[in-house]
């Protein structure tokens, strides 16, 4: 089995991992952080995303071993000394959510779509959560979030 | 997902002994067509040869009026990309397009045309641009390359080093995703290059191919209209839940029109 070391939210983390183990399965099963959820487990929903060296990735759609030597951070790695990431207060106060089930994965694309769009507008918010999906509240709000989250993140 | 065992060459020759020692070996590049079929478990290949971290395959420059992207480029590199954006900025374009962020974080133009899929949006840029693959054996014309439904012309153990694209002189894809998969119901890439203009189909037959009638009435005058009155067969066109042959057939049309129009 390989031996691999990354990075997880800022911790070392070194790992005995099954070739055919997922990204998904060693973030949630072996080390216990369940935000990232698996939603469809066909690559298609999006729920997974999480960073991988600062892009956004399906941790569903990636192998545990291709992530020897990455630097990842998960949703449970945005809140800083408690306080919420500007992007999940958005979402929080936008009630851009309603079962939850998405907004991991909507909240880790909404984030790096922000760091890479400084200016980002609505139509590029829609376009870069193509591939995220919400079966409850019909986007709006999330779309509206992601705004007020992208703002607040430019300070 | 089945057991496989997983393999992280350094060099092509690396991955080449690999590959010719194993049983019943799996290159893969990005992953984001192999690994949702393996966990499907429509494949159990004995062994996966990740191209990751291969310098050789990485990589995109600039020769004259050549564009060349290596094999493991990601889809928002090519998109991103300010060479690509001069030289060729309708495939630029195409890369944007591509699924959504996160599989254009991972997935790979030599991944991409390796598959084949019928439905993928890079053959039928490398087909209207007259693009040459570079194999780690030899140089192969993209129209040969592309040969059937989720078939090329590589063989066992060949793998693609990278893609040459001679620049256009006006060029522009359009394509109808589908709306759950960013996949092409149909998508046309239209390349005009001095006396030439190709017309490439993607998504609506079982592989990508030109469109030569289309390319003909282009040849005389580049414009929308040259296409007026043209009518495409339905013969060997998709017919599935999602679109019939019908609607295929009529989507060439306007796509290549617009695709036209966009041009310039």
């Known amino acids: 089995m390989p031996v691999i070391s990354l990075t997880v939210n800022g911790n070392p983390v070194t790992a005995d991992v099954e070739p055919r183990w997922l990204l998904s399965r060693l973030l949630r099963d072996h080390l216990g952080l369940t935000g990232t959820h698996v939603g469809c487990d066909t690559s298609q ?11 956004p990735v399906k941790s569903c759609a990636m192998l545990a071993a291709q992530a020897d030597g990455a630097q990842i951070t998960t949703i449970e790695g945005l809140a800083q000394k408690g306080k919420l990431h500007p992007m999940q207060e958005a979402f929080r106060d936008n009630h851009a959510l309603q079962c939850g089930f998405c907004t991991p994965g909507m909240v880790m694309m909404s984030v790096a779509l922000a760091t890479e769009q400084p200016d980002l507008d609505e139509p590029a918010v829609r376009k870069g959560l193509e591939g995220n999906l919400c079966r409850c509240t019909g986007y709006q709000n999330i779309i509206n979030a992601v705004m007020v989250g992208a703002k607040a993140m430019r300070g | 997902m089945y057991e496989f065992e997983y393999h992280q060459p350094k060099s092509l020759e690396e991955a080449t002994k690999l590959f010719a020692d194993a049983d019943d ?11 949702p079929v393996m966990k499907q478990r429509l494949a159990m290949p004995s062994d996966i040869i990740d191209l990751g971290k291969i310098s050789d395959l990485q990589g995109i420059s600039v020769d004259g009026g050549a564009l060349t992207i290596g094999a493991m480029t990601h889809h928002n590199e090519v998109a991103g990309s300010d060479e ?28 991409s045309i390796a598959n084949n899929d019928p439905a993928a949006d890079y053959p039928a840029a490398l087909v209207a641009l007259g693009a040459t693959v570079q194999t780690t054996s030899r140089e192969i014309a993209a129209e040969d390359f592309f040969t059937a439904m989720f078939e090329t ?31 092409a119901t149909t998508g046309v890439f239209v390349a005009k290059t001095g006396e030439s203009v190709r017309v490439a189909v993607t998504g609506a037959g079982a592989c990508v191919f030109r469109q030569i009638d289309f390319e003909k009435a282009l040849l005389g005058d580049f414009s929308p209209s040259a296409l007026d009155g043209l009518t495409v067969s339905t013969d060997g066109l998709n017919s599935d839940l999602h679109a019939s042959a019908e609607y295929r057939a009529n989507l060439i049309s306007v796509l290549a029109k617009r695709a036209v129009k966009h041009a310039g």
Do not use: W
């Open chain 2, 84 to 111: 690509v954006r001069k030289a060729i900025p309708a495939l630029a374009e195409l890369a944007s397009h591509i699924g959504d962020p996160a599989v254009r974080n991972r997935g790979t133009i030599g991944g």
């Open chain 2, 25 to 35: 070996p799996q290159f893969m590049a990005g992953g984001q067509t192999i690994i």
């Open chain 2, 153 to 183: 012309a590589l063989d066992e153990g060949e793998m693609i080093v990278n893609v040459t694209f001679p620049a256009p002189e006006k060029a522009a894809y359009e394509k109808f995703p589908n709306p759950a998969s960013r996949y």
């Open chain 1, 45 to 55: 929903c999006g729920a997974c995303v999480i960073h991988v060296d600062g892009k």
